[in-house]
C-alpha cells in the first residue's frame, strides 16, 4: 500500500505535465484549428484550414523545404559529430575529454540571439571571413556569405552539434574496447569494423540524436530568419506570422498541428528505414 | 626449436621489450611455441602477460625484439592481416548479431561465398557441440557456451596460432574444471598451436604442453609442467608453481652438489643448489620442500637415514581423500609444516596433539639465494 | 543577458524584497505592455518616488501586443501602448480594451491637435480607446554620398542602388511603395477589393524589385548594421534609426520620401482586464510632463505629444529632426488611418509571394 502511494506519487509530476502542459494545450490548439473564420467573431467548424495547407502549394512547399533542410541538417550534424564523438568517447584522455565536451558546449552559453548575431558577424559581406579572404588573395572583392541556404545549414548544425555529441558520447564509451579489436582481429579494416561492430551498437545514440536535432531543426525560429537570404520561408515563421501577424490563431493551430503530424510522420519513417524502434532507442537498448 | 629444421615455430617471439612510458612491462623475453602445442605463459597479475600476447596479435608493437609467425616477421603487419586470432578475456562476442553471425564474421571478411561461409559454420558449431544454436542471440547463452562460440569463431579461420587471454577467468570454479578438459580437447581435435595465458596454475599445468612462468615482465623458466614442478630453476618459480615450506637460513658450507643451512631458529637443514650453483658460505638462502617430499613416522627410527629430520606435533588433520594433508607444528620455530599423508592410508587414524618425526632428503630440498619468491 | 547574471539579478531582487518584507508585497505595481525605449529605468524610478507605484515593463510590438491581450482576453496588463491604428480595429474583433475616461486625463498637458487627431481615431462606438503618447514617422534611411538618386520607395528599386536595398518584409512597406506608385492604399481601407487591387500592383512591384534588394531586414540591429557597414546605402526604415547612425556617421541620416513619410502615433490604451486603472492614469499623466516627456525622447529617439516638451529635447535631436522634415515633408505626412478586420490576410499572402518568388 505504501510502495503504491510513493509510486503514484514519484508518477503525479509527470502526468501533471504531461498532460496540463502537453495534451492539454495540444486538445485546445486542435479544436480551434477546426474552426473556420467567416467573420469578424463569426465561426464554424470545418476542415478549411488544413486544405488551406494542401491547396496553396506555397504553405506545402514551406514545410517540404523546412523538412528537407532540417533531415539534411540532421545528416551533416551526424556526419560532423560522429567522428568528434568517436574522439572524445574512445581516443581523448582525461582532461582533453573534458575540453572537447566543454567546447560543444560553448555555443550554449551565450543566448541563441548572440550566437546567431556571432555567425552573421564572421559571415557579412564586410565581416571577418570575407576580410580574411581578401587578405589573404583568396578573394579579390568582399564575398557575401550571408542570407543563402548554406549559411543556415551552418548555423543548424551549429547549433545542434551537442545534440548529437551527447548520445553518440553516451553510447560509444559503453563499447567495449575489446569488440573493436575482435572485429579487427578477426580480419575486419575500418571501414567494416565501424559498419558492422561501432555503428550497430552506436545506433540508439545516432537514432536518439537524430530525432532530437531534427526536430530542433524543423521548429528552429531565429536562425533561419536571421541567416536564410530573400526567398528563405521555415514552416516555424509561417506559424509566427499567422499566429502574431495575420490574427489568424486557427490557421496558425493547424499549421501547428501539422508540424506535429508531419514531422512525427518523418521520424516514424526514418525509424523503419533503418530498421530501429523508439522503445530499444529510449528504453533498453537490447543486450548489451 | 632449432632453426636447422625447415619446419619453422609457430609463433616465436626474439628479445621482445616493451615498456609504458618509464615502466617495462616486458623486459627481453624469447620464446618459441612449436607447431601444434599448447603453450601456456603462468604469472601473477600484472606481470605482463597480456602485453606480450596483444604484441603477437598486432595491438602493440614492441619497442625492440621481433615477433615471428611462421617465420614471417609480423613486425608493422596490422592484426587484420595476422595469421593469429585472439579470444578475449570478456570473449567480445559481438551483441548485435546472432551465433552464426559471430561465427561468420571473419570469413565474411575474408569475402568466402555466402553459402560457404553456411557450411563451414555449421561445421564447426557442430564439432564444438553447439549445433543448434546458430540462430540464438549471444545473451541467450551460458557462460561454457559463449566460450566455446568465442573460440569457434577463431578456428574456424583456421588460424596459424590461437591466442587465449585468460578466456575462463570468468567462469565459476566447476565450470571452469570442466572447460580446462574441453579447451584441451578442442586444441587436439584442431591441431592448432595454442598460446594461453592465466595466472592459475592448475590451468596451465593441466592443459600445457609446455609453460612459461612469468614475473615482473621477464620469464623466470619454460619448461613441461613436469619440469617446472620437479626442477624449478629459480626461487620464484619454486614458490609459485604448486605448494612447498619453505624456510629462510644462513649456509654453514656449500659444495657442487650440497648446501648446509642454519635458520634464525636455529634449524639446520641440507639442501640442493641450484645447477646454476653460485651459492657461498654465509650466503642467505631460501629452501623449499615439497608437502609430499616429507616422510612421516612414529618413530626417530624411521627418519634415521634421512639428511633431514624434526620433531613435531600434530595441529591439525585435514582429509581430503588421496589428496588429504596434516599440518604439523614445529616446536623451535613455532613454524607450521605442510605434509601430505601417505596414499596407502597407513596414517590414517593421526590425531590431533599427537607427537611425530618428519624426514626428508636433501635432493628433496630445493635451495636459492634468498630474494622474492612466488 | 546571460543565465549567471539573470540569477545574480533574480537573486537581488528577492533578497531586495525580503529586506523590504510586508511593505513591498503590498505596493502598488502597474504592468505596462510597452515598445522599447518608451518607460526607462529613471523615469520608473522617479515615478515610484512620487506615487510609490512600482512599474513592471515588458516591451513588445503591435502585433504581439494584440496577441497577448487576445490570448488572455485583454488581462494581464494594466495598461498598453499599441499605434492609433490598431485599436479599434483589434478592439471590434477581440474586445480586448476598456474606454478611456478622459476627465482621468489631464489634456492640457497634450498638443491639442495630436489629442484630437487620435481621440477620433481611436473611437469605437462613441467611446475613446486611446490617447497619444509617442509619435514617429517611416520612410527612408539614405547614405546621401552613394544613394542620393533615391528620393521615394520605388527609387530603391533603381540600378544606382542595385544590391545595396534593404526593407522589411511587413505592412508598412507594402503602403509606402503603393504611395509611392501614386495610389492611395488608405483611400481604400473601406474597400476589400480595391485595396486587393492595390496589393497586386505594389506585389508585382516588390517582385520585380527583389534582385535589388540585399536582404529583407527583419530586426533594428541587424538593419542598423547593415547600413553602418556600407553593406546597405539606402533602406526604408523608421526615423529614429536614421538618426541614430547619424551620430556616428554624417552622410547618413533618415530622409522623408517625396510621396511622404508615414506617421504613426502609439497610444495609451487600457487593457479590459486591467487592475490598477488608477495608476494608469497616474502613469500618463506623469509621462506627459513636459520634463519627463523629453526624458523618453532623449531614450526612444521619438517625440511625444506632450505640450512644450520640445524646449527640454536634445539640440542635436531637434537640428537632425528639422533636416529630415522641412515644413512641406511635415505637412506630407501620411498618418495611418484605423485598420479595418480582415486587411492583414490580404497584406499577409502578398507578403508570403513576395518571399516566395524567386
Ligand atoms: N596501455 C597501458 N598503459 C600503461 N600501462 C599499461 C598499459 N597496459 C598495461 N600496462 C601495465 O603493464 C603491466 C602489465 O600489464 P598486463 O596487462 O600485460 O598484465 P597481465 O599480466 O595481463 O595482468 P592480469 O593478469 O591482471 O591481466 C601492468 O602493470 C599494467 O599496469
Ligand atoms: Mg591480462
Given at each position: 500500500?505504501?510502495?503504491?502511494?510513493?509510486?503514484?506519487?514519484l508518477?503525479?509530476p509527470?502526468?501533471?505535465?504531461?498532460?496540463?502542459?502537453?495534451?492539454?494545450?495540444?486538445?485546445?490548439?486542435?479544436?480551434?484549428?477546426?474552426?473556420?473564420k467567416?467573420?469578424?467573431?463569426d465561426?464554424?467548424?470545418?476542415?478549411?484550414?488544413?486544405a488551406?495547407?494542401f491547396?496553396?502549394?506555397?504553405?506545402?512547399?514551406?514545410?517540404?523545404?523546412?523538412?528537407?533542410?532540417?533531415?539534411?541538417?540532421?545528416?551533416i550534424?551526424?556526419?560532423?559529430?560522429?567522428?568528434?564523438?568517436?574522439?572524445?568517447?574512445?581516443?581523448?584522455?582525461?582532461?582533453?575529454r573534458?575540453?572537447l565536451?566543454?567546447?560543444?558546449?560553448?555555443?550554449?552559453w551565450?543566448?541563441?540571439?548572440?550566437?546567431?548575431?556571432?555567425?552573421?558577424i564572421?559571415?557579412?559581406?564586410?565581416?571577418?571571413?570575407?576580410?580574411?579572404?581578401?587578405?589573404?588573395?583568396?578573394?579579390g572583392?568582399?564575398?557575401?556569405?550571408?542570407?543563402?541556404?548554406?549559411?543556415?545549414?551552418?548555423?543548424?548544425?551549429?547549433?545542434?552539434?551537442?545534440?548529437?555529441?551527447v548520445?553518440?558520447?553516451?553510447?560509444?564509451?559503453?563499447?567495449?574496447?575489446?569488440?573493436?579489436?575482435?572485429?579487427?582481429?578477426?580480419?575486419?579494416?575500418?571501414?567494416?569494423?565501424?559498419?558492422?561492430?561501432?555503428?550497430?551498437?552506436?545506433?540508439?545514440?545516432?537514432?536518439?540524436?537524430?530525432?532530437?536535432?531534427?526536430?530542433?531543426?524543423?521548429?528552429?525560429?531565429?536562425?533561419?530568419?536571421?541567416?536564410?537570404?530573400?526567398?528563405s520561408?521555415?514552416?516555424?515563421?509561417?506559424?509566427?506570422?499567422?499566429?502574431?501577424?495575420?490574427f489568424?490563431?486557427?490557421?496558425?493551430?493547424?499549421?501547428?498541428?501539422?508540424?506535429?503530424?508531419?514531422?512525427?510522420?518523418?521520424?516514424?519513417?526514418?525509424?523503419?528505414?533503418?530498421?530501429?524502434?523508439?522503445?530499444?532507442?529510449?528504453g533498453?537498448?537490447?543486450?548489451? | 626449436?632449432?632453426?636447422?629444421?625447415?619446419?619453422?615455430?609457430?609463433?616465436e617471439?626474439?628479445?621482445?621489450?616493451?615498456?609504458?612510458?618509464?615502466?617495462?612491462?616486458?623486459?627481453?623475453?624469447?620464446?618459441?611455441?612449436?607447431?601444434?602445442?599448447?603453450?601456456?605463459?603462468?604469472?601473477?597479475?600484472?606481470?605482463?602477460?597480456?602485453?606480450?600476447?596483444?604484441?603477437?596479435?598486432?595491438?602493440?608493437?614492441?619497442?625492440?625484439?621481433?615477433?615471428?609467425?611462421?617465420?614471417?616477421?609480423?613486425?608493422?603487419?596490422?592484426?587484420?592481416?595476422?595469421?593469429?586470432?585472439?579470444?578475449?578475456?570478456?570473449?567480445?562476442?559481438?551483441?548485435?548479431?546472432?551465433?552464426a553471425?559471430?561465427?561468420?564474421?571473419?570469413?565474411?571478411?575474408?569475402?568466402?561465398?555466402?553459402?560457404?561461409i553456411?557450411?563451414?559454420?555449421?561445421?564447426?558449431?557442430?564439432?564444438?557441440?553447439?549445433?543448434?544454436?546458430?540462430?540464438?542471440?549471444i545473451?541467450?547463452?551460458?557462460?561454457?557456451?559463449?566460450?566455446?562460440?568465442?573460440?569457434?569463431?577463431c578456428?574456424?579461420?583456421e588460424?596459424?596460432?590461437?591466442?587465449?587471454?585468460?578466456?575462463?577467468?570468468?567462469?565459476?570454479?566447476?565450470?571452469?574444471?570442466?572447460?580446462?578438459?574441453?579447451?584441451?580437447?578442442?586444441q587436439?581435435?584442431?591441431?592448432?598451436?595454442?598460446?594461453?595465458i592465466?595466472?592459475?596454475?592448475?590451468?596451465?599445468?593441466?592443459?600445457?604442453?609446455?609453460?612459461?612462468?612469468?614475473?615482473?615482465?621477464?620469464?623466470?623458466?619454460?619448461?613441461?609442467?613436469?619440469?617446472?614442478?620437479?626442477?624449478?630453476?629459480?626461487?620464484?618459480?619454486?614458490?609459485?608453481?604448486?605448494?612447498?615450506?619453505?624456510?629462510?637460513?644462513?649456509i654453514?658450507?656449500?659444495?657442487?652438489?650440497s648446501?648446509?643451512?642454519?635458520?634464525?631458529?636455529?634449524?639446520?637443514?641440507?639442501?640442493?643448489?641450484?645447477?646454476?650453483?653460485?651459492?657461498?658460505?654465509?650466503?642467505?638462502?631460501d629452501?623449499?620442500?615439497?608437502?609430499?617430499?616429507?616422510?612421516?613416522?612414529?618413530?626417530?627410527?624411521?627418519?634415521?637415514?634421512?639428511?633431514?629430520?624434526?620433531?613435531?606435533?600434530?595441529?591439525?588433520?585435514?582429509?581430503?581423500?588421496?589428496?588429504?594433508?596434516?599440518?604439523?607444528?614445529?616446536?623451535?620455530s613455532?613454524?607450521?609444516?605442510?605434509?601430505?599423508?601417505?596414499?596407502?592410508g597407513?596414517?590414517?587414524e593421526?590425531?590431533?596433539?599427537?607427537?611425530?618425526?618428519?624426514?626428508?632428503?636433501?635432493?628433496?630440498?630445493?635451495?636459492?639465494?634468498?630474494?622474492?619468491?612466488? | 543577458?546571460?543565465?549567471?547574471?539573470?540569477?545574480?539579478?533574480?537573486?537581488?531582487?528577492?533578497?531586495?524584497?525580503?529586506?523590504?518584507?510586508?511593505?513591498?508585497?503590498q505596493?502598488?505595481?502597474?504592468?505596462l505592455?510597452?515598445?522599447?525605449?518608451?518607460?526607462?529605468?529613471?523615469v520608473?524610478?522617479?515615478?515610484?518616488?512620487?506615487t510609490?507605484?512600482?512599474?513592471e515593463?515588458?516591451?513588445?510590438n503591435?502585433?504581439?501586443?494584440?496577441?497577448?491581450?487576445?490570448?488572455?482576453?485583454?488581462?494581464?496588463?494594466?495598461?498598453?501602448?499599441?499605434?492609433?491604428?490598431?485599436?479599434?480595429?483589434?478592439?471590434s474583433?477581440?474586445?480586448?480594451?476598456?474606454?478611456i475616461?478622459?476627465?482621468?486625463?489631464?489634456?492640457a498637458?497634450?498638443?491639442?491637435?495630436?489629442?484630437?487627431?487620435?481621440?477620433?481615431?481611436?473611437?469605437?462606438?462613441g467611446?475613446?480607446?486611446?490617447?497619444?503618447?509617442?509619435w514617429?514617422?517611416?520612410?527612408?534611411?539614405?547614405?546621401r554620398?552613394?544613394?542620393?538618386?533615391?528620393?521615394?520607395?520605388?527609387?530603391?528599386?533603381?540600378?544606382?542602388?542595385?544590391?545595396?536595398?534593404?526593407?522589411?518584409?511587413k505592412?508598412?512597406?507594402?503602403?509606402?511603395?503603393?504611395?509611392?506608385?501614386?495610389?492611395?492604399?488608405?483611400?481604400?481601407?473601406?474597400?476589400?477589393?480595391?485595396?486587393?487591387?492595390?496589393?497586386?500592383?505594389?506585389?508585382?512591384?516588390?517582385?520585380?524589385?527583389?534582385?535589388?534588394v540585399?536582404?529583407?531586414?527583419?530586426g533594428?540591429?541587424?538593419?542598423?548594421?547593415?547600413?553602418?557597414?556600407?553593406?546597405?546605402?539606402?533602406?526604408?526604415?523608421?526615423?529614429?534609426?536614421?538618426?541614430?547612425?547619424?551620430?556616428?556617421?554624417?552622410?547618413?541620416?533618415f530622409?522623408?520620401?517625396?510621396?511622404?513619410?508615414?506617421?504613426?502615433?502609439?497610444?495609451f490604451?487600457?487593457?479590459?482586464k486591467t487592475?490598477?486603472?488608477d495608476?494608469?492614469?497616474?502613469?500618463?499623466?506623469?509621462v506627459?510632463?513636459?520634463?519627463?516627456?523629453?526624458?523618453?525622447?532623449?531614450?526612444?529617439?521619438?517625440?511625444?505629444?506632450?505640450?512644450?516638451?520640445?524646449?527640454?529635447?536634445?539640440?542635436?535631436?531637434?537640428?537632425?529632426?528639422?533636416?529630415?522634415?522641412?515644413?512641406?515633408?511635415?505637412?506630407?505626412?501620411?498618418?495611418?488611418?484605423?485598420?479595418?478586420?480582415?486587411?492583414?490576410?490580404?497584406?499577409?499572402?502578398?507578403?508570403?509571394?513576395?518571399?516566395?518568388?524567386?
Open positions: 500500500m505504501k510502495k503504491r502511494l510513493g509510486f503514484y506519487l508518477l503525479a509527470l502526468l501533471l505535465w504531461l498532460f496540463g502542459l502537453i495534451i492539454v494545450p495540444h486538445i485546445d490548439m486542435f479544436f480551434l484549428s477546426l474552426q473556420e467567416l467573420g469578424p467573431g465561426y464554424q467548424t470545418s476542415l478549411a484550414n488544413y488551406a495547407f491547396n496553396e502549394p506555397l504553405y506545402w512547399n514551406t514545410f517540404a523545404r523546412t523538412a528537407i533542410m532540417s533531415i539534411l541538417a540532421t545528416m550534424t551526424l556526419l560532423i559529430a560522429f567522428p568528434v564523438s568517436y574522439y572524445i568517447a574512445k581516443l581523448a584522455q582525461g582532461r582533453i573534458a575540453v565536451f566543454t567546447l560543444c558546449l560553448l555555443p550554449f551565450v543566448s541563441e540571439l548572440v550566437r546567431t548575431f556571432g555567425w552573421m564572421l559571415l557579412r559581406e564586410t565581416g571577418v571571413l570575407s576580410h580574411l579572404l581578401q587578405w589573404t588573395g583568396l578573394a572583392q568582399p564575398v557575401e556569405m550571408l542570407y543563402n541556404d548554406a549559411t543556415i545549414m551552418v548555423g543548424l548544425v551549429y547549433t545542434s552539434m551537442l545534440f548529437m555529441v548520445p553518440l558520447v553516451t553510447t560509444l564509451d559503453s563499447l567495449d574496447n575489446a569488440h573493436v579489436e575482435a572485429g579487427y582481429d578477426l580480419g575486419g579494416n575500418g571501414w567494416s569494423v565501424l559498419r558492422e561492430i561501432v555503428i550497430p551498437h552506436a545506433m540508439p545514440g545516432i537514432v536518439s540524436g537524430s530525432i532530437v536535432v531534427f526536430m530542433l531543426c524543423l521548429g528552429n525560429y531565429l536562425t533561419p530568419i536571421l541567416l536564410g537570404g530573400k526567398s520561408l521555415w514552416f516555424t515563421e509561417q506559424i509566427y506570422d499567422q499566429f502574431i501577424t495575420r489568424n490563431w486557427e490557421q496558425g493551430s493547424a499549421f501547428g498541428f501539422l508540424l506535429l503530424i508531419l514531422s512525427s510522420a518523418i521520424v516514424w519513417t526514418g525509424l523503419r528505414l533503418t530498421g530501429q524502434n523508439l522503445s530499444s532507442t529510449m533498453d537498448g537490447g543486450e548489451r | 626449436m632449432n632453426d636447422s629444421t625447415d619446419q619453422a615455430p609457430a609463433l617471439c626474439r628479445d621482445i621489450v616493451r615498456t609504458f612510458g618509464k615502466f617495462k612491462a616486458v623486459d627481453h623475453v624469447s620464446f618459441s611455441v612449436p607447431e601444434g602445442s599448447f603453450f601456456s605463459i603462468l604469472g601473477p597479475s600484472g606481470c605482463g602477460k597480456t602485453t606480450i600476447l596483444r604484441m603477437a596479435a598486432g595491438f602493440l608493437e614492441p619497442d625492440s625484439g621481433d615477433i615471428y609467425i611462421k617465420g614471417k616477421s609480423m613486425l608493422g603487419v596490422g592484426p587484420n592481416k595476422r595469421p593469429v586470432n585472439m579470444v578475449f578475456q570478456h570473449l567480445a562476442l559481438f551483441p548485435m548479431m546472432n551465433v553471425d559471430n561465427i561468420g564474421y571473419g570469413l565474411r571478411r575474408r569475402g568466402v561465398a555466402k553459402a560457404e553456411a557450411v563451414r559454420v555449421k561445421a564447426v558449431l557442430e564439432r564444438i557441440g553447439l549445433a543448434d544454436s546458430g540462430a540464438k542471440r545473451s541467450q547463452l551460458s557462460g561454457g557456451q559463449k566460450q566455446r562460440i568465442a573460440i569457434a569463431r578456428l574456424v579461420l588460424p596459424d596460432v590461437l591466442l587465449l587471454d585468460e578466456p575462463l577467468g570468468a567462469l565459476d570454479l566447476k565450470l571452469r574444471e570442466h572447460m580446462k578438459v574441453e579447451l584441451k580437447k578442442l587436439n581435435d584442431f591441431g592448432t598451436t595454442f598460446v594461453y592465466t595466472h592459475d596454475q592448475s590451468e596451465a599445468l593441466v592443459m600445457s604442453d609446455q609453460v612459461a612462468v612469468m614475473n615482473k615482465g621477464v620469464f623466470e623458466q619454460v619448461g613441461s609442467a613436469q619440469e617446472l614442478y620437479y626442477h624449478p630453476d629459480t626461487a620464484f618459480v619454486a614458490g609459485f608453481v604448486g605448494d612447498s615450506n619453505r624456510w629462510r637460513g644462513r654453514d658450507a656449500a659444495d657442487a652438489s648446501v648446509k643451512l642454519t635458520t634464525a631458529d636455529g634449524l639446520s637443514f641440507a639442501a640442493t643448489p641450484p645447477k646454476a650453483g653460485g651459492l657461498g658460505a654465509g650466503g642467505e638462502v629452501i623449499f620442500v615439497r608437502p609430499e617430499s616429507v616422510q612421516i613416522a612414529r618413530a626417530e627410527a624411521d627418519v634415521q637415514a634421512m639428511d633431514n629430520r624434526l620433531q613435531g606435533r600434530v595441529e591439525s588433520v585435514l582429509f581430503n581423500g588421496a589428496n588429504s594433508r596434516v599440518l604439523v607444528r614445529e616446536p623451535r613455532g613454524g607450521e609444516i605442510d605434509v601430505a599423508l601417505p596414499q596407502t597407513a596414517f590414517h593421526l590425531r590431533k596433539g599427537e607427537d611425530i618425526w618428519l624426514g626428508w632428503g636433501k635432493d628433496q630440498a630445493k635451495c636459492f639465494a634468498a630474494g622474492e619468491a612466488g | 543577458m546571460t543565465t549567471a547574471t539573470k540569477t545574480i539579478r533574480l537573486a537581488l531582487v528577492a533578497g531586495v524584497a525580503l529586506a523590504f518584507g510586508a511593505g513591498a508585497v505596493a502598488e505595481t502597474l504592468r505592455l510597452t515598445w522599447g525605449g518608451y518607460a526607462p529605468d529613471a520608473v524610478k522617479m515615478f515610484k518616488a512620487e510609490g507605484i512600482d512599474v515593463v515588458t516591451k513588445s503591435n502585433e504581439e501586443m494584440i496577441a497577448k491581450l487576445r490570448a488572455t482576453g485583454g488581462g494581464g496588463f494594466d495598461l498598453a501602448q499599441p499605434s492609433q491604428d490598431r485599436v479599434t480595429g483589434a478592439q474583433e477581440h474586445n480586448i480594451y476598456k474606454p475616461d478622459l476627465s482621468k486625463i489631464d489634456s498637458k497634450f498638443i491639442t491637435s495630436m489629442l484630437e487627431a487620435t481621440k477620433g481615431n481611436t473611437t469605437l462606438d467611446k475613446v480607446y486611446g490617447v497619444p503618447h509617442i514617429g514617422t517611416s520612410g527612408l534611411v539614405l547614405d554620398s552613394k544613394a542620393g538618386s533615391v528620393k521615394d520607395y520605388t527609387d530603391l528599386c533603381g540600378d544606382a542602388v542595385k544590391g545595396k536595398v534593404s526593407y522589411r518584409l505592412r508598412p512597406t507594402l503602403i509606402g511603395f503603393a504611395f509611392a506608385m501614386g495610389m492611395d492604399p488608405f483611400a481604400a481601407y473601406g474597400d476589400k477589393a480595391k485595396y486587393q487591387e492595390v496589393m497586386n500592383k505594389v506585389e508585382a512591384k516588390l517582385i520585380d524589385c527583389k534582385a535589388n540585399k536582404a529583407y531586414w527583419t533594428g540591429d541587424a538593419l542598423l548594421n547593415l547600413l553602418r557597414s556600407g553593406e546597405v546605402v539606402a533602406a526604408m526604415a523608421w526615423d529614429t534609426g536614421g538618426w541614430k547612425l547619424n551620430k556616428d556617421n554624417a552622410n547618413i541620416t530622409v522623408a520620401p517625396k510621396s511622404g513619410a508615414l506617421g504613426w502615433i502609439d497610444t490604451a487600457l487593457p479590459r487592475k490598477a486603472e495608476a494608469a492614469y497616474k502613469w500618463i499623466n506623469f506627459m510632463q513636459p520634463k519627463i516627456a523629453a526624458m523618453i525622447t532623449a531614450s526612444a529617439g521619438n517625440f511625444t505629444a506632450s505640450k512644450g516638451a520640445d524646449a527640454f529635447a536634445e539640440d542635436a535631436l531637434k537640428k537632425r529632426f528639422q533636416d529630415s522634415f522641412p515644413q512641406e515633408a511635415i505637412d506630407n505626412i501620411k498618418w495611418y488611418p484605423p485598420v479595418p478586420a480582415g486587411l492583414e490576410d490580404i497584406e499577409g499572402k502578398v507578403l508570403d509571394r513576395v518571399k516566395a518568388a524567386k
